[in-house]
């Protein structure tokens, strides 16, 4: 037997699950949302945002998702600590478990869990995580102008990351643990043409170096065995992200990656009434403000939703 019934539950918090319980709010949907293990997301990572509009000064990846919660429950949207442990979407009013044991029906779920970026694993590399490491270069690039960088990765995205960051460090260094690079063609072509690009193929990362201050330095291993050390200021990882889906396994769509799949331009999901938003349906972009327009869909989707059941 569920616990309580909402009109409309918001799993996870960041730009796209506190946006969408601004507009719920608004709309007196009177909106529950879990806000999970990291409240705020991955921008709470992010040390120093300068492209969020709005902010012509920057605010900080932690500021900014604090004022979108005030915000959101200001207009009363009820914002808890809490884990969604189980999720029953085979039917309406859908049953969300939240730390094992607490069950809310709701009438419609919007899912903002995001996804997460895959790190290697080094303590160092936890240790400076937003100190200098970073796994988004368009949100953090910025901070390392004229400075040297280096990423870690040999995809597309790395590719990606690595052309972008060019344009605005003095030196860019890609760390790829194969002789070859994954990419495309166009972008293995991209990244060979560019001056200011070296690629350190079969090397791996060691140790991420640095100070109080942040980091210094990687130190690599070649496939000989060699140690060599890089002077950089700025350390991105480019490995991938996964996305936080493993609870809507065999219910909602998801792509090969496991991304949810949304009907192109909405965020509707194969399930009515559930609607996914930000980085969880979102492989390609990855930003706060795209995450914060679909977290604006999700909650008009919604509404309208309701409206065709009476509600």
């Not at 290697?120 to 690039?141: F, I, R």
């Not at 260094?173 to 079969?202: C, D, G, H």
Request: hydrophobic share 40%; with cysteine.
């Amino acid at each position: 037997m569920e616990n309580e019934s909402v009109k409309c539950l918001i799993i996870g918090s960041g730009p796209a699950g506190y946006t969408a319980a601004i507009y719920a709010a608004r709309a007196n949907l009177s909106p529950v949302l879990y806000e999970g293990l990291e409240p705020g997301g991955q921008l709470t990572t992010t040390t120093h945002i300068e492209n969020f509009p709005g902010h012509p000064n920057g605010i900080t990846g932690v500021q900014l998702m604090e004022d979108m919660k005030e915000q959101a429950v200001k207009y009363g949207a009820d914002v808890r600590f809490g884990i969604v442990t189980e999720a029953d979407l085979s039917h309406r009013p859908f049953r969300i478990t939240v730390d094992g044991r607490h069950v809310v029906a709701a009438e419609t779920v919007i899912i903002a869990t995001g996804a997460t970026a895959r790190y290697l694993g080094l303590e160092s590399e936890q240790y400076y995580k937003g100190m200098g490491v970073s796994a988004c270069a368009t949100c953090d690039g910025f901070l390392y102008k004229g400075k040297n960088v280096a990423v870690v990765g040999g995809g597309d995205t790395a590719c990606e990351e690595a052309s972008y960051l060019s344009t605005i460090c003095n030196k860019v260094y890609m760390i790829v643990r194969k002789n070859f690079l994954r990419a495309s063609k166009a972008m293995q072509a991209r990244v060979m043409e560019t001056p200011n690009i070296e690629v350190l193929f079969e090397h791996n990362t060691k140790q991420v170096l640095g100070d109080e201050a942040g980091v210094n330095g990687v130190l690599l291993t070649g496939a000989d065995g060699t140690e060599k050390v890089i002077d950089v200021d700025g350390f991105f990882l480019a490995i991938g992200h996964h996305p936080n889906t493993e609870l809507f396994k065999g219910q909602l769509t998801l792509d090969e990656a496991g991304y949810i799949v949304t009907e192109p331009g909405t965020p509707k999901t194969n399930i009515e009434g559930v609607f996914a938003a930000g980085d969880v349906q979102d492989p390609h972009y990855r930003q706060a403000i795209t995450a914060a327009g679909s977290g604006c869909k999700a909650a008009l989707e919604s509404e309208r939703y309701l409206m065709t059941l009476g509600d």
